[in-house]
C-alpha cells in the first residue's frame, strides 16, 4: 500500500505542477508576468513563474502525503519559503539591490543600515523552520537539539538547494535525487509529491523556458530539509547538518559550477539534457 501511494503522490505532485506550468505559460506573454521575465546565464529569455508552480505542486502533495503530525510543518516552510523566495525574485532584481548577494551582501547592506531582499527572505524561511521544529518536536531531554537540527536542515536545505539554481535543471536534478533518496520509510511519502513536482518541471527548466528561482528553489529545498529532520538517527541527522553548513559556507568562496565543471561524472550529469549554452 505505502508504495502505491507513494506512486499516487508522485503522480499528482507531477500532473499538479503541470497544470501550474500551463498557468505560468499563460501567464508569461501578459503585462503582469513582465516582472518575472529575466535573462539566463546564457543570454535567453526565461521566466521565473516556474518557481512559484513548482512551490505549489510541491508543497501541496507534501502535505498530502506527510506523516500525521508533520502536516503542518510541511505546509509553513514549503508556503513560507516559496512566499519569501518570490519576495527575493522580484524586489532582489531592483537596482538598489543588485550587489546585495549571498551571505556577505545581506551583511553589508545591513550594515549600511538597509535590509536587503534576500535577508527578509533568510528571516522568513528561518522562522519558519524553527516554527517547524517545534510543531514536530520528539519528547524528551534533548528535544532542543532536535529542534536545533531541525531548523537548520529545513533552512540550509533551502538555501543550499537555491545555491545550485544557477544552470538550468542544476537544482531539480539534485533535489529529485535527494528526494528519490528519501523515499523510504513513513516519511518517505512526504517527498513523493515533491519528486513528481520536481520531474514534471525538469523538461521545461531544462529547455530554459523556466528557471525555478528563489520561490521553486527554496521550497523545495526547505521540503527536503523537513524529511532529513525526520530521519531517526541524530548522528546522522547531525552529520547532514554538518554537509548543508559546510558547503553553504564554501559556496562563499568557491564557485560550485567551476567545481561541477572540473568533477568528470558532475559533469555529464549537470549537463544532462541541457541545449548547448
Same mark, same amino acid.
Given at each position: 500500500?505505502?508504495?502505491?501511494?507513494?506512486?499516487?503522490?508522485?503522480?499528482?505532485?507531477?500532473?499538479?505542477? #503541470?497544470?501550474?506550468?500551463?498557468?505560468?505559460?499563460?501567464?508569461?506573454?501578459? *503585462?503582469?508576468?513582465?516582472?518575472?521575465?529575466?535573462?539566463?546565464?546564457?543570454? #535567453?529569455?526565461?521566466?521565473?513563474?516556474?518557481?512559484?508552480?513548482?512551490?505549489?505542486?510541491?508543497?501541496?502533495?507534501?502535505?498530502?502525503?506527510?506523516?500525521?503530525?508533520?502536516?503542518?510543518?510541511?505546509?509553513?516552510?514549503?508556503?513560507?519559503?516559496?512566499?519569501?523566495?518570490?519576495?527575493?525574485?522580484?524586489?532582489?532584481?531592483?537596482?538598489?539591490?543588485? #550587489?546585495?548577494?549571498?551571505?556577505?551582501?545581506?551583511?553589508?547592506?545591513?550594515?549600511?543600515?538597509?535590509?536587503?531582499?534576500?535577508?527578509?527572505?533568510?528571516?522568513?524561511?528561518?522562522?519558519?523552520?524553527?516554527?517547524?521544529?517545534?510543531?514536530?518536536?520528539? *519528547?524528551?531531554?534533548?528535544?532542543?537539539?532536535?529542534?536545533?537540527?531541525?531548523?537548520?536542515?529545513?533552512?540550509?536545505?533551502?538555501?543550499?538547494?537555491?545555491?545550485?539554481?544557477?544552470?538550468?535543471?542544476?537544482?531539480?536534478?539534485?533535489?529529485?535525487?535527494?528526494?528519490?533518496?528519501?523515499?523510504?520509510?513513513?516519511?518517505?511519502?512526504?517527498?513523493?509529491?515533491?519528486?513528481?513536482?520536481?520531474?514534471?518541471?525538469? *523538461?521545461?527548466?531544462?529547455?530554459?523556458?523556466?528557471?525555478?528561482?528563489?520561490?521553486?528553489?527554496?521550497?523545495?529545498?526547505?521540503?527536503?530539509?523537513?524529511?532529513?529532520?525526520?530521519?531517526?538517527?541524530?548522528?546522522? #541527522?547531525?552529520?547532514?547538518?554538518?554537509?548543508?553548513?559546510?558547503?553553504?559556507?564554501?559556496?562563499?568562496?568557491?564557485?560550485?559550477?567551476?567545481?561541477?565543471?572540473?568533477?568528470?561524472?558532475?559533469?555529464?550529469?549537470?549537463?544532462?539534457?541541457?541545449? *548547448?549554452?
Amino acid at each position: 500500500m505505502s508504495t502505491a501511494r507513494k506512486m499516487g503522490l508522485a503522480l499528482a505532485g507531477a500532473a499538479a505542477a #503541470r497544470a501550474a506550468l500551463a498557468g505560468a505559460t499563460a501567464l508569461t506573454d501578459r *503585462p503582469a508576468g513582465a516582472s518575472w521575465r529575466r535573462m539566463n546565464y546564457a543570454g #535567453r529569455p526565461v521566466t521565473l513563474l516556474g518557481g512559484p508552480a513548482l512551490a505549489a505542486a510541491a508543497t501541496t502533495t507534501a502535505v498530502l502525503g506527510a506523516p500525521a503530525g508533520t502536516r503542518a510543518a510541511a505546509a509553513l516552510v514549503g508556503t513560507v519559503s516559496g512566499a519569501v523566495g518570490a519576495y527575493d525574485d522580484l524586489a532582489g532584481a531592483r537596482p538598489e539591490q543588485a #550587489r546585495d548577494k549571498g551571505l556577505a551582501g545581506h551583511l553589508a547592506a545591513l550594515r549600511a543600515g538597509r535590509v536587503s531582499a534576500g535577508a527578509v527572505k533568510v528571516a522568513g524561511i528561518g522562522a519558519a523552520a524553527a516554527v517547524a521544529a517545534v510543531l514536530t518536536r520528539r *519528547p524528551g531531554a534533548s528535544g532542543l537539539v532536535d529542534g536545533v537540527i531541525t531548523t537548520g536542515l529545513v533552512a540550509g536545505t533551502a538555501n543550499l538547494v537555491n545555491l545550485l539554481d544557477l544552470r538550468p535543471g542544476r537544482a531539480g536534478k539534485a533535489g529529485a535525487l535527494v528526494a528519490a533518496a528519501g523515499l523510504g520509510g513513513p516519511a518517505g511519502t512526504m517527498v513523493a509529491g515533491p519528486l513528481g513536482a520536481t520531474a514534471a518541471t525538469l *523538461p521545461d527548466d531544462l529547455g530554459e523556458k523556466v528557471m525555478l528561482g528563489d520561490a521553486g528553489a527554496n521550497a523545495l529545498g526547505a521540503l527536503l530539509g523537513l524529511r532529513l529532520a525526520a530521519i531517526p538517527g541524530r548522528g546522522a #541527522r547531525a552529520g547532514l547538518l554538518a554537509g548543508v553548513v559546510a558547503l553553504t559556507l564554501a559556496s562563499e568562496k568557491v564557485s560550485f559550477t567551476k567545481v561541477i565543471e572540473a568533477t568528470p561524472g558532475l559533469r555529464e550529469l549537470d549537463r544532462l539534457g541541457r541545449r *548547448p549554452s
